[in-house]
């Protein structure tokens, strides 16, 4: 009895002392991120995602022009119908993994859907993009028993950097941002191992920016190396039929892999893949970490996964709207004065280059009924501050008139238009 005291008292003891240590060192970390002006808050959106959005604390709804809504189809009745229709037909989840008995007919039928439409041989699905590029590197050849060098814009996204981190044995190579020179020196350094594999964003969230797919896909025949995109930020939309980057750079048929998310254009809710060579992708299911020690995807997202598929296998009426209001948006934007990162993309950079600037200016339009975001450093380079504007295709030519009459009065009252 005594002893169960007293052991409870040790424990009890141990922990306060653990959590008061750790309690007071969190406290601190946080208010030194508070201090370097890097505080991520969270504004609360009470609405579904849309073009016009509720958000608490604003008293009228707002017009959003920072998701990544591409397309529109964030609250699209279809595909809501569908997401609906399969729970009721396949249920909430598989409560397992895929190998154990998570995969239903609808898991197959979405993942032959995305082959199809990519025009490669079979798919992979995880619970997110970032899944994909988690258990790609290591995944898709066993580093231990063949030499493996991963060459790696040095832009990529957060989630291609972590892979390669667990990439284990394999050799790493940064290449610098879009330099093809750079990859071509580091490709010839990488010639002492066996597999090589050429990884990068086809398009870049912060500039975007594409990437030079065709020279990468050059190389790669050169140097004898696999090339993997990131088509995140284009699988639906960009290009002349939405296949993404590589489609808008004419090497579809070159590049060997690409990952992309669910959880962006094509419907918004969440889920990832990779698509490519039966045997990469055959390899993934026997090694790839997130999948095979993660939940299924859902059934309702599998379901309207497979109905967005449908539409865009039939039409490229969304992308081709899309298209035109970016056009539109850039052009006037230019018109006006405003500083842009020139491209075709639905990702417009204004650039302001001052943090504070680009905050205030946010805060400004946000006054008048527009929601954008500053993005500053460190999650743009220092002195390239800006407001980066996404256009969706659910944009009315209204819409983007109202976000461009705004951006002119904030713009003539911050002094920041070109004569
Ligand atoms: N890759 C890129 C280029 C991204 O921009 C993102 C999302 O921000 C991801 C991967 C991760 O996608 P997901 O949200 O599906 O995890």
Redesign the pocket.
């Given at each position: 009895m005594l002893s169960n005291f007293l052991q409870k008292q040790q424990y009890n003891c141990v922990r306060n002392f653990t959590s008061r240590s750790a309690e007071r060192i969190v406290k601190q970390q946080l208010q030194e991120i508070r201090n370097a002006g890097t505080w991520k808050a969270e504004r609360i959106i009470n609405t579904q995602q849309s073009a016009l959005i509720g958000v608490e604390g604003t008293y009228n709804k707002v017009l959003n022009f920072c998701a990544n809504n591409y397309l529109g189809l964030s609250n699209s009745p279809e595909l809501m119908q569908a997401a609906k229709d399969t729970i009721d037909s396949h249920g909430l989840g598989l409560s397992s993994v895929r190998f154990i008995c998570g995969t239903q007919n609808i898991h197959k039928k979405l993942e032959s859907m995305i082959a199809k439409f990519h025009r490669m041989e079979d798919t992979i699905l995880y619970s997110?993009?970032?899944d994909a590029?988690g258990g790609l590197f290591e995944g898709f050849v066993d580093p231990v028993k063949s030499k493996v060098a991963i060459l790696s814009d040095a832009l990529n996204?957060a989630?291609i950097i972590d892979g390669i981190r667990l990439s284990g044995k394999a050799k790493r190579y940064r290449y610098n941002h879009i330099d093809m020179k750079d990859l071509e020196n580091k490709l010839i350094q990488a010639q002492d191992q066996e597999v090589r594999i050429i990884t990068t964003?086809g398009v870049f969230?912060m500039d975007g920016d594409v990437a030079p797919i065709e020279k990468i896909c050059d190389l790669a025949e050169r140097y004898d190396s696999v090339v993997m995109v990131?088509e995140?930020?284009a699988t639906g939309f960009f290009g002349k039929t939405g296949r993404g980057a590589s489609e808008f750079c004419n090497v579809l048929d070159r590049v060997d892999l690409i990952n992309s998310?669910l959880?962006k254009a094509l419907g918004g809710s969440?889920?990832?893949f990779t698509v490519g060579k039966k045997c990469y992708i055959d390899m993934l299911r026997q090694r790839s970490r997130p999948y095979l020690f993660s939940n299924t995807l859902a059934p309702a997202v599998v379901g309207a996964s497979i109905k967005v598929f449908d539409i865009l296998l039939k039409s490229t009426e969304l992308r081709d709207q899309l298209e035109k209001n970016t056009l539109y948006f850039r052009e006037k934007m230019t018109k006006a004065g405003f500083d842009i990162l020139a491209g075709e993309h639905p990702i417009i950079p204004i650039m302001l280059y001052e943090g504070k600037l680009a905050n205030e200016f946010a805060d400004e339009m946000l006054k008048r009924g527009i929601y954008v975001i500053g993005f500053s450093y460190p999650v743009v380079p220092k002195g390239e501050a800006r407001i980066r504007v996404q256009i969706s295709a659910g944009h009315t030519k209204e819409q983007l008139d109202k976000a461009i009459d705004a951006f002119v009065e904030v713009g003539k009252l911050k002094g920041c238009l070109k004569k």
């Open positions: 997110s993009c970032f590029n996204h989630s964003d969230s990131d995140s930020h998310t959880g969440s889920g990832g």
